[in-house]
């Protein structure tokens, strides 16, 4: 199939349905007048005929029911100016009176000229000899019959033809500037349609090599155009958002890879050199390291496999509630040591969902909020249940979240405070597997956050 630009589709679109309107159009158009001025030239022409009737028979009836020879030729000069001849019957059809021989061959030629020129004028052909008969009457009572003779099928005047001439160029002139019209107004709208989307297309291009930092202006009036423009606009944000992204997160992956890699590498090189005795307590540095290699591992392995949902959950029914306050024992120590309040308001409430899974998503957000909340702080958990569904929040008083750094706190590897979870021992993707179990439980979890103030996760689980 042969491609063209959408603007010369458009244009032959465009095209193509105007000559077909307009072909239609003047077609029909053309018919219709064709008809309408035969039928009226046809009743001029037969009330024409009636008028030399009453002209025959007034002569008749005035010259004592005789026929008057000179009367009958002036008449027939009349009727030339019309372009017909007659002749007279009797009621038993034998010739009463015709133009003699030379007279009619005269005639003929003459009729017979005006045919052919008025047939090249109106663009139809008048070869074909026509006769009209009617009667003569007198009180009811038929004296003869008169034959009348004209090149048709119609005996055209000069004038007529020229009019019906006139009015076919004068359509397609219309049709003409129909066409060009139409050709204008395909050119202007092709353009106005194919620039944005010849645009749409330059700006899709520089996005796929990687081009993410111009935005497309809107410059037309068609929403749906326009949606488009602000859809690709905001797929460059993401895509630009989502290159940073990928750039902290090799970065973010390579430091906590080259961390403990570089602590073991020199701790061992330092034994094999025996710079180093082999005590428990470097051995155990070295077993630490390796150990943390292991958990990172394990929780890109299991944020994987809760993403592509090959991580099964085994659902059972039990009290959220119970399984907070549990979880809350564990950590007694680390908020002892910080002087926390951590409490829970709530009640019993029954829920399906896996409970190892729940265990750890409330494990990484109390480690959290207890990380993030300086002595004497406030953390609350609030549990709840509507109609269908449970909600489940944690509350902190702690350092808070900056608003632009909200959207980004569930991607993997992802750091508030980089320096501060490093600190810590922080990997950046306890929220990533917290968001995973969530959403493969068909739950929902959002962030609130204000910087010094506090922040609040909150769950969201169908019933």
């Given at each position: 199939m042969k491609k063209r630009s959408i603007k010369t589709q458009l244009i032959l679109s465009f095209l193509t349905i105007s000559i077909l309107i307009i072909g239609a159009l003047s077609v029909l158009t053309l018919s219709l007048m064709n008809n309408h001025f035969n039928q009226f030239v046809e009743e001029k022409q037969n009330e024409l005929m009636n008028q030399y009737v009453d002209s025959l028979e007034l002569i008749y009836q005035s010259n004592q029911h005789k026929w008057s020879e000179t009367e009958l030729?002036?008449?027939?000069?009349?009727?030339?100016?019309?372009?017909?001849?007659?002749?007279?019957?009797?009621?038993?059809?034998?010739?009463?009176?015709?133009?003699?021989?030379?007279?009619?061959?005269?005639?003929?030629h003459t009729l017979k000229k005006h045919a052919d020129k008025v047939s090249k004028t109106k663009g139809a052909t008048l070869n074909e000899e026509v006769v009209v008969t009617k009667p003569l009457k007198e009180k009811n009572t038929s004296f003869g019959q008169v034959n009348f003779y004209f090149y048709g099928p119609f005996a055209y005047t000069e004038h007529d033809a020229m009019f019906i001439s006139s009015m076919k160029k004068s359509l397609m002139t219309v049709a003409l500037v129909a066409l060009l019209v139409s050709f204008i107004f395909a050119s202007w709208i092709s353009q106005k349609l194919s620039l944005p989307l010849?645009?749409?297309?330059?700006?899709?291009?520089?996005?796929?090599?990687g081009k993410y930092t111009e935005t497309l202006p809107q410059e037309t009036s068609i929403?749906?155009?326009?949606?488009?423009?602000?859809?690709?606009?905001?797929?460059?944000?993401?895509?630009e958002k989502q290159a940073n992204l990928r750039k902290q997160l090799n970065s973010d992956i390579s430091h906590e890879l080259r961390t403990p890699l570089a602590t073991l590498k020199g701790n061992i090189e330092a034994l094999m050199d025996g710079i180093w005795e082999a005590t428990p307590e470097r051995l155990q540095s070295c077993y630490d390291e390796v150990d943390r290699l292991t958990r990172l591992v394990g929780n890109l392995e299991l944020i994987n496999k809760i993403e592509e949902k090959k991580e099964a959950l085994v659902m059972s029914e039990f009290d959220l509630y119970d399984l907070i306050q549990s979880i809350m024992i564990n950590f007694s120590s680390k908020i002892e040591e910080k002087d926390l309040r951590v409490t829970a308001e709530g009640k019993s409430l029954m829920v399906t969902a896996?409970?190892?899974?729940?265990n750890q998503v409330l494990t990484n957000l109390l480690s959290n909020a207890i990380k993030f909340t300086q002595k004497n702080g406030q953390i609350t958990f609030l549990l709840k249940q509507e109609k269908y569904k449970t909600i489940l929040q944690v509350k902190d008083n702690g350092m808070g979240i900056e608003k632009e750094q909200l959207p980004f706190i569930f991607d993997r590897f992802y750091m508030v405070d980089t320096s501060r979870n490093r600190e810590i021992g922080g990997q950046g993707i306890g929220l990533s597997i917290v968001k995973g179990v969530i959403e493969a439980h068909q739950g929902n979890i959002t962030v609130e956050s204000q910087l010094g103030i506090g922040t609040t996760f909150t769950i969201t689980l169908p019933n």
């Open positions: 030729e002036a008449l027939t000069q009349k009727t030339m100016e019309n372009h017909l001849y007659f002749s007279v019957d009797s009621p038993d059809n034998k010739t009463i009176w015709q133009l003699p021989k030379t007279e009619l061959k005269k005639t003929k010849k645009h749409v297309s330059q700006f899709t291009h520089q996005l796929t090599v929403n749906e155009i326009n949606l488009l423009i602000d859809s690709l606009n905001d797929l460059s944000y993401q895509l896996d409970k190892d899974k729940m």
